[in-house]
């Protein structure tokens, strides 16, 4: 079974500044998806960035990136330029193909606080 | 579109009562989803609807059953809740095509506590 470690369970940084929020993942399926989902304190989830693993580029989805690393089966999230509104529980999550759909599993979360 | 939308918010439940939690999506998805977020556990999967007519087990299906009503709802009931059951309840859906992957929307939650 896939499993997906967050070992950060809580990350600060300054606004304006770069942070990188760690995930790692287990699998012996060679094509995949990797999501970051945000849930602010409304507790809504919100997509932030994916991933193909066949694809060697990683995606960027503005002041997000991603370092994906298929080999030592690592998917970090990056953050530039901080903002206010980043704070949120970030969540990584793999996407498993199995039994006719498709199956989320998530790792524990990383508490992001932005500080002023 | 609404999206995904959950029924109710909020919920306090006495151990042993009975209810049901609605989900309702209007994106005219294949699958659907109900997770239960619980602290420092992250989402785990209770149940998941592939297509109408079909439903089957996650990794936390114990004390749960689903009902897939239509395409567009899939409700969770809790026969007999527990405090065990405690919890914050998402909903979610996506197409399920083996090509082409579609992210999960999710509905807002529902809080739920068992005394």
């Known amino acids: 079974a896939q499993t997906v470690t967050q070992s950060q369970p809580e990350m600060s940084v300054q606004e304006a500044e770069t942070v990188t929020l760690s995930c790692t993942y287990d699998?012996?399926?060679?094509?995949?998806?990797l999501f970051w989902y945000k849930q602010p304190p409304s507790r809504q989830m919100i997509l932030v960035i994916r991933?193909?693993?066949?694809?060697?580029q990683n995606a960027t989805e503005n002041r997000f990136s991603v370092n994906f690393q298929k080999a030592a089966k690592s998917f970090s999230l990056k953050i530039s330029d901080s903002q206010l509104g980043d704070a949120a529980m970030y969540f990584c999550a793999y996407r498993t193909h199995q039994g006719g759909s498709e199956k989320l599993v998530f790792g524990k979360g990383t508490k992001l606080t932005v500080n002023p | 579109n609404a999206g995904v939308t959950q029924t109710p918010k909020f919920q306090v439940l006495k151990t042993g009562q009975s209810m049901t939690l609605q989900c309702a999506q209007d994106m005219n998805h294949n699958s659907m989803y109900w997770y239960r977020q619980d602290p420092g556990m992250g989402l785990r999967l209770i149940y998941y609807s592939a297509s109408e007519g079909t439903t089957d087990k996650g990794e936390v299906p114990n004390g749960y059953n689903v009902s897939r009503l239509n395409k567009r709802e899939f409700s969770l009931r809790l026969e007999s809740a527990a405090p065990s059951q405690t919890s914050v309840y998402f909903c979610?859906?996506?197409?399920?095509?083996?090509?082409?992957?579609?992210?999960?929307?999710f509905g807002p939650g529902t809080r739920l506590t068992v005394t």
């Open positions: 699998t012996s399926e060679s094509d995949y998806y």
């Open positions: 991933q193909e693993a066949y694809k060697q």
């Open positions: 979610a859906s996506s197409e399920n095509r083996q090509v082409i992957t579609y992210e999960q929307y």
